[in-house]
């Protein structure tokens, strides 16, 4: 279960009308479904605007339909933003004066937390220091790194692990370049060009990602050692290792290549020209094989 939905089922479980005897929701009553819908009237959920667009796509791929949280940065023409802006935490906080429609408690779901805006992380640290007497806040996230710690000491902390396995299957599933960029990645030979045209609008973010933990996993084979990201592809990274151990400077190459991935990484949400972008990843990315052109 991905935290965000572990923080939905906490706020569902509080909000039913009908809990089970384990107290967990029904999943069934009006609030349950509400809650699901992201429409109940005693709960909002705060998210980047980027979240809120890439859910909108997968539902709409899979014919559903969703109805977006109000939120920042997705503008006419603008690429939806990926932190949670000031707007929204000013906007809750606005909501959590009111009185509860339901007669129980309210409830914010906000996060990425490590995706909160300096000034947004200013302005919730007031409403988390004086809550209304009914207000609960879930703050999830995958790391603490760059959440400040004023943030951090009023909230009671709750770690959720799980194998690497399973992360990296929860991490691959909701990327979704993964349906077309692995199956070529598994060829013999990368083509800048051809790679970039099938690229299309996949958020360069999604393809850096997928990237860094392909390559990650070349050079443990590489090393001699198993793949963690992909255990399933061994056969494709001991093919892909052996032109890279056998060249005097493969494994430089390799490492140098990793590197860049992450330096795009850097402006992968304002690529100036997405077409000569992807071209450029992908150059870099033979090199790091150890291709010839």
């Not at 603008?78 to 906007?91: E, G, N």
């Not at 990645?185 to 099938?198: G, K």
């Not at 056998?246 to 402006?267: C, I, K, W």
């Amino acid at each position: 279960m991905r935290v965000d939905q572990f923080g939905l089922e906490l706020i569902a479980a509080d909000l039913c009308q009908s809990p089970l005897p384990d107290t967990s929701a029904c999943g069934q009553c009006a609030s349950c479904r509400w809650v699901q819908e992201h429409q109940h009237p005693d709960f909002r959920w705060l998210r980047p605007a980027a979240d809120e667009a890439e859910e909108a796509e997968a539902d709409a791929a899979s014919g559903g339909e969703t109805e977006q949280d109000s939120g920042g940065g997705g503008g006419a023409g603008k690429k939806p933003s990926r932190t949670l802006r000031i707007d929204q935490i000013r906007a809750l906080l606005d909501f959590s004066q009111l009185s509860s429609h339901r007669g129980g408690s309210r409830w914010a779901l906000i996060g990425p937390i490590e995706s909160l805006h300096y000034a947004a992380a200013n302005a919730l640290l007031k409403g988390l220091e004086e809550p209304h007497p009914s207000m609960r806040f879930v703050l999830y996230g995958e790391r603490l790194q760059g959440v400040p710690p004023t943030i951090l000491s009023r909230c009671r902390r709750l770690s959720l692990t799980v194998d690497a396995t399973t992360a990296s299957a929860q991490r691959l599933a909701q990327l979704q370049a993964s349906t077309w960029l692995l199956p070529l990645l598994r060829q013999p030979r990368v083509q800048p060009s051809v790679w970039a045209q099938t690229a299309g609008k996949t958020l360069p973010q999604e393809v850096l990602d997928l990237l860094g933990l392909w390559l990650v996993d070349l050079s443990r084979v590489s090393h001699g050692l198993s793949p963690l990201r992909f255990p399933d592809e061994e056969g494709a990274f001991t093919a892909l290792s052996r032109p890279i151990r056998a060249h005097p400077e493969g494994l430089q190459r390799l490492s140098r290549g990793l590197a860049q991935m992450q330096q795009h990484a850097r402006v992968a949400d304002h690529p100036l020209n997405p077409q000569l972008f992807y071209e450029t990843i992908f150059e870099d990315l033979r090199q790091a094989l150890v291709q010839d052109p």
